[in-house]
């Protein structure tokens, strides 16, 4: 294990920042956790705790490290059941007197004086060898430094980049972490492919890459990102950090923005579905092939966990310089690739369609988690709302979609930093969704702002029409409004009307009815739609101020 306090000079912090680095030494035991190391990482990470500084770790290991008394290992005699037949098995290891001697003082086994065969013998009960770092000492050490990772990551800024493997403890801390980097070709696992086909008593698996590989990790949102070099890898750490304040006690880097902040913005959402990153970081217009730019400045944009959870989009980005989190949704339909475990023979590779505009199990857990990194980064978040609500079928429902909902609202609670709602242009919030939203959650940090176009209701104008306008509703209003029906109604009321005249109306009225219903159904839509506009949310004082999309910007960097 190794450990530098690094000063790192960058255009946000030209005087520069520190930062400590921890790495593994993988020549040395192929990187493996023992009492040593482990302390020497917690000793590390703790002053990164106390400076408040960044904590960086490059992880390349082989997990808790396992050892054997080697002077121990050289002189142990076996009690054979019988020694002509070995196959009959043996009744225990021993020493013989003259060998205990060598090894007593040393401390590194205990053994009881027994007689047997004709001869004294000390039978080993315990190898405890002379050096630490056999077993589960090395384990005590891994609960210090994932202990320490823990309480890292709630402190200070925590980021992992693996590379090559890590195993272990190793993948817990880079977990714990949070915040991780993968090099392709690397692997980030509990156990080993050869162990588990020992387990399993047979070749199940065929690499490690197969079980904690990119196409793993990456899709499951262990992986923040993923790079092909370690350079690259080191690259994105320092753009990572390029976002975040040079320690707890500082506020975020401002720098100077060449994307002015007053322009207006050219890529506009539209009611079809649109790629969600167009909108906050612009893009070609494949038209005319010019710019079009999005909400954020330009290159600003970085996105993390792409991979996991397609339907809802995070990252970080600049806004006139200054670095926020970002949170928006996917309108297009997105596929779950649910790979086949080799170890089952009943699974099955399969792809799953997830709709636009939904939250997930998946999808939920992943809003939640950027919201509790980004506000241990120190950066105010803004959220482009454009959310159904949360799927509710069964299979979610025992996928924990409730729980990961909660958790939204628990990240909330705790931001500190300034939180933007923003529902953009022909979006809509509804139901449980606006809900987890709302600023009322957390009056000191949460605002929240409408485009004059999007809608936000409990339920979509169809919904609420089947609940609250039902035919006999619909009837009453064709009664009310449409000239024929009226006539006709105004017929059957005549006190004195034969009844086969009144039978031939009714049926009159019935086929007048069934034959605009159609259209009526579409005003009572129309009707229940204008109960969800951004100006009555102002209007009820759920929304701080209807906002223009093309305007949003400026007003979003001056509130």
Same mark, same amino acid.
């Given at each position: 294990m190794v450990a530098w306090r690094m000063?790192?000079?960058?255009?946000?912090?030209?005087?520069?920042?520190?930062?400590?680095?921890?790495?593994?030494?993988?020549?040395?035991?192929t990187g493996s956790f023992s009492i040593a190391e482990d302390t020497l990482f917690q000793k590390a990470s703790l002053l990164a705790r106390e400076l408040g500084i960044p904590r960086v770790y490059i992880s390349a290991n082989s997990g808790a490290r396992i050892g054997l008394a080697e002077e121990i290992k050289h002189l142990f005699q076996v009690a054979w059941e019988d020694p002509a037949v070995p196959d009959k098995g043996f009744k225990y290891l021993y020493l013989t007197p003259e060998d205990f001697k060598k090894v007593s003082a040393m401390n590194s086994v205990h053994a009881e004086l027994i007689e047997d065969e004709g001869e004294s013998r000390y039978k080993i009960t315990d190898i405890i060898g002379k050096e630490d770092g056999l077993g589960v000492e090395n384990l005590q050490g891994s609960g210090i430094i994932a202990g320490e990772t823990s309480r890292a990551y709630q402190e200070t800024i925590t980021i992992s980049m693996v590379t090559c493997r890590t195993i272990g403890i190793g993948a817990y801390v880079v977990r714990l972490g949070q915040r991780v980097i993968q090099v392709e070709n690397s692997h980030i696992i509990l156990t080993g492919a050869a162990a588990l086909n020992k387990l399993l008593g047979r070749e199940v698996y065929s690499s490690n890459n197969q079980l904690g590989g990119v196409q793993i990790m990456a899709n499951n949102g262990? /992986?923040?990102?993923?790079?092909?070099?370690?350079?690259?890898?080191?690259?994105?750490?320092?753009?990572?950090? /390029?976002?975040?304040?040079?320690?707890?006690?500082?506020?975020?880097p401002i720098i100077q923005s060449l994307d002015p902040i007053d322009r207006d913005i050219e890529f506009c959402p539209t009611k079809t579905p649109y790629d969600p990153r167009h909108m906050v970081a612009g893009r070609m217009d494949p038209v005319t092939n010019k710019?079009?730019?999005?909400?954020?400045?330009?290159?600003?944009?970085?996105?993390?966990?792409?991979k996991w959870a397609k339907s809802v989009v995070v990252g970080r980005a600049r806004l006139g310089g200054i670095p926020l989190g970002v949170i928006c949704v996917e309108t297009r339909t997105v596929e779950?690739?649910?790979?086949?475990?080799?170890?089952?023979?009943?699974?099955?590779?399969?792809?799953? /369609?997830?709709?636009?505009?939904?939250?997930?199990?998946?999808?939920?857990? &992943?809003?939640?988690?950027?919201? &509790?990194?980004?506000? &241990?980064?120190?950066?105010?978040?803004?959220?482009?709302?454009?959310?159904?609500?949360?799927?509710?079928?069964?299979?979610?429902?025992?996928?924990?979609?409730?729980?990961?909902?909660?958790?939204?609202?628990?990240?909330?609670?705790?931001?500190?930093?300034?939180?933007?709602?923003?529902?953009?242009?022909?979006?809509?919030?509804?139901?449980?969704a606006w809900v987890v939203l709302d600023p009322s959650i957390n009056l000191k940090h949460m605002e929240m702002y409408a485009d004059p176009d999007s809608r936000g209701g409990v339920l979509e104008p169809e919904g609420t029409v089947e609940i609250k306008y039902r035919s006999k509703d619909l009837f009453k209003t064709m009664s009310r409004i449409d000239p024929e029906c009226m006539q006709i109604r105004q017929q059957l009321a005549y006190p004195e009307l034969k009844s086969d005249v009144k039978h031939h109306l009714e049926i009159k009225l019935q086929e007048r009815q069934q034959k605009i219903l159609p259209m009526y159904h579409q005003v009572a839509v129309a009707f229940a739609d204008l109960h969800d506009t951004a100006g009555r949310m102002q209007d009820k004082n759920v929304i701080q101020v209807r906002l223009r999309y093309l305007w949003c910007r400026t007003v979003i960097f001056y509130p």
């Open positions: 000063t790192f000079f960058t255009p946000e912090y030209r005087k520069g920042r520190e930062v400590i680095v921890i790495s593994n030494d993988i020549t040395f035991k262990i /992986s923040h990102a993923v790079v092909p070099t370690d350079f690259e890898g080191v690259h994105l750490v320092l753009k990572w950090l /390029s976002y975040m304040p040079k320690d707890m006690h500082s506020s975020i710019w079009e730019s999005g909400f954020f400045d330009e290159g600003s944009w970085m996105e993390i966990m792409e779950l690739e649910v790979p086949a475990d080799p170890a089952n023979d009943d699974s099955e590779a399969k792809l799953i /369609s997830q709709a636009g505009q939904v939250w997930f199990p998946d999808s939920a857990y &992943k809003t939640a988690q950027a919201i &509790k990194d980004f506000n &241990k980064e120190k950066l105010p978040l803004m959220v482009f709302a454009n959310w159904r609500g949360f799927s509710g079928g069964m299979k979610d429902m025992f996928d924990q979609v409730l729980k990961y909902g909660a958790y939204i609202v628990d990240a909330f609670v705790e931001y500190s930093q300034p939180v933007f709602i923003y529902i953009p242009p022909y979006a809509e919030l509804r139901g449980g």
